[in-house]
């Protein structure tokens, strides 16, 4: 079978492309017809408790659709179309896809915490489904199993030890309390449509290959590497699949310029002449999460820096990739005083050799958007970096108009 070749401008527009990123943001009013769009797109949102600039979870929709109602995705949870599971990390997911994950949730437990509680306690992750079942949905605190001071972040109680096993095999599933943001579980039949739970459960090598493929269609191309990192999946399982999707066409084989791996390029995958967008990306946005791949197609190396000690920060704690045109080309520490109403621009950093005027007017228009969705009344940028000044002197454009 003919190997496909492309350069490496390609690989990167088709990868934006695939991401929705070729698209124009909706106009008009943005509803759960948007966000269906999104997810069809990205296929899936991983979650993240972090929220010095707003959680991570909703800065792909911002990114893709501009601003929104903040409540689609706890909306679409309440209707049955989305779902929580480990699949890349904790990750909202359309229902519609719950059969893909069942091998998964039927495979053993490999927590040390759960056999430790078997063991002490025999028939306790039981009582705990049966007050679920009775009570539910119910957060882990209204157990009140904890005896004495929390330790560690990891420091769970017996209840919580049983309701995220109960939540790894799928027997109850999960939302989010808005008002902390903890995990409130329910009976996954009471949560999920029975329409999504008839759907007939695949093997779990059938189930992988699907999965494999919604990897390519949300990646459009992408290494062995890329395509089993997207829904967590290990290398050595995978490889065969992929050679599989290979001799059946449905997946094409292709060289990536500047690229030391072989490459794998969805049969539907776009590749548009030019990108044009621009957003700010979350550190957990699909685009960016595998970082081997950002820096491979972007040429942007790219590390999170919340757990670095602040002296030892390069660019600060919570710095968001920015997307111009089709190439990453600054990064800006934000974070939301909401107190003050204003969105801090605390650090501003441009790529080696671009437009500083240029990106610096785009950002600005998008630090400005928003501030204006996250209900913050103004901008302000900080000393840090060298885009610092001319993206004030834009940020002070918008002012004045």
Same mark, same amino acid.
């Given at each position: ?76 949870? &309440?209707?049955?179309? %989305? +779902? ?5 990390? !904790? *990750?909202?997911? /359309? #229902?519609?896809?719950?059969? =893909? ?60 030890? &049983?309701?995220?096993? %109960? +939540? ?5 599933? !999960? *939302?989010?309390? /808005? #008002?902390?943001?903890?995990? =409130? ?76 791996? /072989? ?139």
């Amino acid at each position: 079978m003919k190997t496909v070749d492309l350069s490496a401008p390609q690989a990167r527009r088709i990868a934006l492309a695939a991401q929705g990123f070729a698209e124009p943001r909706p106009t008009g009013r943005v509803d759960q017809r948007h966000l269906r769009r999104v997810l069809d797109r990205i296929g899936l949102i991983q979650i993240d408790s972090v929220n010095v600039l707003v959680r991570s979870q909703e800065l792909p929709l911002f990114a893709r659709l501009g601003p929104h109602p903040r409540s689609l995705i706890a909306d679409a949870t &309440a209707a049955g179309d %989305l +779902f929580e599971y480990w699949v890349h990390e !904790a *990750s909202h997911v /359309p #229902t519609s896809q719950h059969h =893909l994950h069942r091998w998964r949730m039927s495979s053993e437990h490999q927590w040390q915490h759960v056999r430790s509680l078997n063991d002490r306690r025999p028939g306790f992750i039981e009582t705990v489904y049966d007050r679920i079942a009775a009570d539910g949905p119910m957060v882990a605190g209204e157990f009140e199993e904890r005896v004495g001071p929390k330790g560690t972040w990891w420091d769970w109680d017996d209840a919580k030890v &049983a309701l995220e096993h %109960l +939540f790894w095999g799928g027997r109850v599933t !999960a *939302s989010r309390r /808005p #008002t902390d943001f903890a995990r =409130l579980y329910d009976l996954t039949e009471r949560a999920i449509p029975a329409h999504a739970l008839a759907r007939p459960t695949p093997p779990e090598r059938e189930a992988r290959k699907e999965l494999l493929m919604l990897a390519a269609r949300h990646h459009g191309v992408g290494t062995l590497d890329d395509l089993s990192d997207y829904h967590r999946q290990k290398n050595t399982p995978c490889r065969p699949l992929i050679d599989e999707l290979v001799e059946e066409g449905r997946l094409l084989r292709v060289t990536v310029a500047g690229w030391t791996k /072989p490459a794998y390029l969805h049969p539907a995958a776009r590749v548009p002449r030019r990108v044009d967008a621009r957003a700010l990306l979350s550190p957990f946005d699909p685009l960016v999460w595998f970082r081997q791949r950002t820096e491979r197609v972007f040429g942007f190396h790219y590390r999170i820096e919340i757990y670095v000690p602040r002296p030892k920060r390069q660019y600060g704690y919570y710095v968001l990739p920015f997307l111009f045109g089709d190439s990453l080309v600054a990064r800006v520490d934000l974070k939301s005083d909401r107190q003050a109403g204003v969105l801090l621009a605390q650090g501003t950093f441009g790529e080696h050799g671009v437009p500083a005027d240029e990106v610096a007017d785009a950002l600005a228009v998008e630090l400005v958007a928003m501030a204006g969705w996250l209900g913050l009344a103004r901008v302000a940028v900080g000393e840090r970096g060298d885009l610092a000044v001319p993206l004030r002197r834009a940020v002070a454009r918008y002012d004045r108009d």
